[in-house]
């Protein structure tokens, strides 16, 4: 596996050990020894991790949101169309917030809010 662009696989082990000599002499960690998995991943070298960023889902943070007090609140279904087969009672009843009851649901949607 030959790490810079534009080199042949058949010198890939010479510019391997280049890269190995460059990465030892700008990295401060001058004691590592490089092996073949810091060769490909050469940011491992001074112990950084390059974790990916968790990332929210998007649309769960636009259909649900967390309370002050843990709980996860959502909007009721049912409001949006059709209304003039429901009662104003019940349309304005619908306008209201609830809260997502069961545990592991609200687990799962606060996992997809918060990664």
């Given amino acids: 596996f030959c790490l810079l ?3 042949r696989r058949s010198r890939s ?3 391997a050990t280049l890269w190995g000599r460059a990465m030892r002499s700008i990295c401060d960690c001058a004691s590592t020894t490089l092996s073949r998995a810091t ?3 050469p940011w491992m070298l001074c112990g950084a991790s ?3 960023a968790g990332k929210s889902v998007r649309a769960a943070t636009k259909r649900f949101s967390k309370t002050g007090s843990g709980r ?3 909007l009721q279904a049912g409001k949006q169309h059709l209304a003039q087969s429901k009662s104003r009672k019940r ?3 619908l306008g209201k917030d609830a809260f997502v009851d069961n ?3 609200a ?3 606060l996992e997809m809010i918060l990664p």
């Fill in 5 to 7: 662009p534009g080199v």
């Fill in 103 to 105: 545990k592991k649901e």
């Fill in 72 to 74: 996860i609140k959502r």
């Fill in 107 to 109: 687990r799962r949607a």
């Fill in 13 to 15: 082990r010479a510019m």
């Fill in 91 to 93: 349309i304005r009843q």
């Fill in 39 to 41: 060769a490909s991943q």
């Fill in 50 to 52: 390059m974790a990916t």
